[in-house]
Structures are given as C-alpha cells and as structure tokens.
C-alpha cells in the first residue's frame, strides 16, 4: 500500500518540484541513484516500467524506501493500463505516473486515495483529466509542446498545475524557462544519469548534479 497520501503527495511535490525519471535493471545502480537523489534533497522519485521484471526492481526499491529515506514518495512510471497500475500499488507504489491518460488507472487510483499523474498534450487532455480528478498533469513530451504551451495554459485553464517531463535540461537557462511560463514542477531522466556516469556508479556526481538542479529551483 502507498505510505503516502496523495494530498500530501502533491505539497511535496511543490515543495522540491524536481522528479528524477529512472530504470535499471541492476537492483544496486537503482538504489546507488535513489540514494543519491535522497540525499540531494529529492522526495518524489518516479521509477519507470521500461524493462523485463521491473516490477521486482520496483518492489526491492520499496521495501528499502521504506527503512531508509523517511519522507520519499516512491511512484510507478510508464503505467499504461489498470492491472499493471494495480501490481505497482501493491508493491507500494506511492504515486502512478503514465505516458497517456486512463480513465480505468484514474478509477482504480480514486479508489485507493492515490495520486495519479497521467500524460496529456492537449487542452481537452488536460480538462478530462480534471474530470477525472487528476491534480497535476505530467505534460509530455515537453521537447515537443514547449514552454509557450504551458505559459498558455494561464488562459483558458489558470487553475491547471502541470509538470513538464522531457525537453527539460539540469541548467538555469532551461529551467527558467518551464518555471517561468508556469511549470510546478519538472521530471528529468537521462539528463541526469549520464550513461557513463552509471557504468562507473559515480554515485556522487548524479548527488552534486540533482543538487544544483534542486538549488536553483529553490531559487527560481
């Protein structure tokens, strides 16, 4: 079951609006990176469901979460379908985050008083997710929409809350960017696990990295 609430999910959300975005199929990388990301200031990590038995990476992860980072909301990415969503919730999955919208996984996460961040692109996306009782949307992918889409969004939806996944870079020029035009937060993958830096499980480096990035929201 989820140690989080969603309600309280959403404030630690804003409160470090930074969510690394990771897979690996290596249990000690993955612990190695959420480590990292923990003690950099990260309290919302989304591990995604992108390889053969992810799910029992994911549940390794859970299990230590809970003993040792006190406070971190450990979520489900790439979650496409209800069944799937359900196994990661029972794995403990604190948050569920999808690539598209899914009114059976916005169902099943209602039930479960779980927060749900699914992907939208569009105005009518974000509007059914609403309905749906979604309460922060993951715009994606982000490269493709651009900031000029969530700075529209202050229109026709100025109670939208949107978090930008891909297209976002761990520097002060990109991040000024989506935070300017109104981004809550941010999800970053790759941009911050460097291949290199994983094959030699620089640990510290992927530390001072999400550091600074958490620092110069804080600033923003």
Not at 42 to 48: D, G, H, I, L
Not at 119 to 141: D, N, Q, R, Y
Not at 159 to 168: E, R
Request: one cysteine or more.
């Amino acid at each position: 079951m989820a140690r989080t609430t969603r309600l309280a999910l959403y404030q630690t959300i804003r409160q470090v609006p930074l969510v690394p975005v990771f897979y690996h199929p290596d249990d000690d990388i993955c612990l190695g990176v959420v480590a990292a990301c923990y003690r950099a200031g990260v309290r919302a990590f989304e591990f995604t469901n992108r390889g053969d038995f992810a799910h029992e990476r994911f549940a390794n992860l859970s299990r230590i979460c809970a003993k040792e980072f006190p406070g971190l909301a450990l979520g489900a990415g790439t979650i496409l379908d209800a069944p799937t969503a359900a196994l990661y919730l029972q794995l403990g999955a604190d948050f569920i985050v999808g690539p598209t919208f899914s009114e059976e996984i916005a169902r099943l996460c209602n039930r479960r008083k779980v927060a749900y961040m699914p992907g939208c692109a569009t105005l009518t996306e974000i509007t059914t997710a609403h309905e749906w009782g979604v309460e922060i949307v993951k715009v994606f992918p982000g490269e493709v929409l651009g900031p000029s889409f969530i700075k529209s969004l202050s229109g026709p939806l100025p109670f939208a809350s949107a978090m930008v996944t891909g297209g976002v870079e761990p520097n002060r020029e990109s991040l000024s960017k989506w935070f300017t035009a109104g981004a809550v937060a941010v999800g970053m993958g790759s941009q911050l696990f460097p291949k290199d830096v994983l094959a030699n499980r620089a640990y510290n480096k992927i530390e001072e990295t999400v550091n600074e990035v958490v620092r110069i929201i804080a600033e923003l």
